[in-house]
């Protein structure tokens, strides 16, 4: 069975980088039918894809936010991991990490999610 | 403002039937299929329809999902209290490289 995990600090200083980790048990993000991906949720608001990886490096990302992401992957850990810098209280939301198997499955494993505040 | 147009809300009595739809432009719906999240109170999204109109195992047959041009719409030919939800739509956007989505769609069982 597959399941994503994440894990990192729940409390962001404003200005600062918000640093995410998604660990892969089950499956691994070396697979070549994947991408792996993170999305968010603001409190009472809906989802925002944030962006994608591809176990060689390549990436998508939401245009709106791509000055201030960057998502890796690291095959030796079976993990892939968000940076989004220069955070402000608008980046207050509910991590998601999720599997994507194609543009017409979808995301078809999400992990449970993690809430990340952004506050002095 | 989202890319993709769902109404916020919805409702039916059990064993109504009811219909969420959802706009898009020729970019992402008019180009890809659509995708149907449902994510119960505080719990993560589920994939609940892909491919504009499969749906994964486990998923009631009961529900089901369409796609025409630039539109496409999740229903359910009998509602039962379960299916109190939220309901997004999303779909991969040729211009944007990215997922978009529908801002929500509640819906309640009266």
């Known amino acids: 069975q597959v399941r994503l995990q994440e894990s990192g600090p729940g409390l962001v200083k404003p200005s600062g980088t918000l640093s995410l980790t998604c660990t892969v048990s089950g499956d691994s993000v070396s697979s070549s039918s994947y991408y792996w991906g993170w999305l968010r949720q603001p409190p009472g608001k809906g989802l925002e894809f944030i962006g994608t990886i591809y176990y060689t490096g390549n990436t998508f990302y939401n245009p709106s936010l791509r000055s201030r992401v960057t998502i890796s992957v690291d095959t030796s850990m079976n993990q892939f991991s968000l940076r989004l810098s220069s955070v402000t209280a608008a980046d207050t939301a509910m991590y998601y990490c999720?599997?994507?198997?194609?543009?017409?499955?979808?995301?078809?494993?999400w992990g449970q999610g993690t809430t990340v505040s952004v506050s002095s | 403002q989202s890319v993709l147009t769902q109404p916020p809300s919805a409702s039916g009595t059990p064993g109504q039937r009811v219909t969420i739809s959802c706009s898009g432009t020729?970019?992402?719906?008019?180009?890809?299929?659509v995708n149907w999240y449902q994510q119960l109170p505080g719990t993560a999204p589920k994939l609940f329809i892909h491919s504009s109109n499969q749906r994964p195992s486990g998923v009631p047959d009961r529900f089901s999902g369409s796609k025409s041009g630039t539109s496409a719409s999740l229903a359910t030919s009998g509602l039962q209290s379960e299916d109190e939800a939220d309901y997004y739509c999303?779909?991969?956007?040729?211009?944007?490289?990215?997922?978009?989505f529908g801002g929500g769609t509640k819906l309640t069982v009266l």
């Open positions: 999303a779909a991969w956007d040729d211009s944007l490289n990215a997922w978009v």
């Open positions: 020729r970019s992402n719906i008019g180009s890809n299929a």
């Open positions: 999720a599997r994507e198997i194609s543009s017409d499955v979808g995301l078809d494993v």
